[in-house]
Structure formats: C-alpha cells, structure tokens
C-alpha cells in the first residue's frame, strides 16, 4: 500500500511555470513506478508522463513533450512534474500514480497500469 499526496498546482497566465510535486508514504518509494495523468471538465483521464523505478526511462503525451519534465527523487520519496510554457488547454485537475513492479525500465503510459492514485492538484492557465 502507498499513499500519494499531491502538490504545486494553482492558478497561473498563459507562459508560466509550475512545477508539481507527489510525496508518496507506504512501501519502498523505489519499488514504484510512477506517473502524472491529468483530467479536463468533461474529459476523459489522459496520460501525460511518466517515469520507471529508477529514473532511467521516462514517457510523455505528445501535447507536453518539449514542454513539460518528469523527475523524481527517490531519496525524497517524490516525483516532480516540471510544466513549462502552460497553454489555457493544460487546464486540469493533475494526478500522482503509482505503479508496483519489478521491472526496472518500465513507465506505463495507461491509467489501467497503475496501483494507486493521488487526490489531484488543480492548475488554472488563463489566457
């Protein structure tokens, strides 16, 4: 069992930064990979990166890559989630998720591959 706790969101302009941080308690943060997904008013739940065990791998959605950074710090228990030149359309309510495995590479890119879910942190981007 592990619990996410996430935080950083807010409301910011169109061009800003945030940087989003999950703090996880429970098990091994080392055991877990790990991922942020995001969910719109009305949206599905979409992937938008993530990052294996140790670091070594990581994955993003096409609509972030270049702008936004998957990191984590096993030492800290956390995973960051840099997010660069904010657009009004990253608007959502992010999510921390953590995936059990022993597979040191992977980093899965669906919700279904996921253990255990954060509450979310709300960002705002207006235009």
């Known amino acids: 069992q592990v619990q996410l706790v996430e935080s950083g969101g807010g409301l910011v302009q169109a061009g800003d930064s945030l940087r989003l941080s999950c703090v996880a308690s429970?098990?091994?943060?080392?055991?877990?990979?790990m991922g942020w997904f995001r969910q719109a008013p009305g949206k599905e739940r979409e992937f938008v990166a993530s990052?294996?065990?140790?670091?070594?791998?990581?994955a993003s959605a096409d609509s972030v890559k270049g702008r936004f950074t998957i990191s984590r710090d096993n030492a800290k228990n956390t995973v960051y989630l840099q997010m660069n030149s904010l657009k009004p359309e990253d608007t959502a309510v992010y999510y921390c998720?953590?995936?059990?495995?022993?597979?040191?590479?992977?980093?899965?890119?669906?919700?279904?591959?996921?253990?255990?879910w954060g509450q979310g942190t709300q960002v705002t981007v207006s235009s």
């Open positions: 998720a953590a995936a059990s495995t022993v597979v040191t590479w992977v980093r899965p890119t669906t919700a279904s591959g996921y253990d255990y």
């Open positions: 429970g098990r091994p943060f080392s055991s877990y990979a």
């Open positions: 990052i294996s065990r140790t670091g070594i791998t990581t």
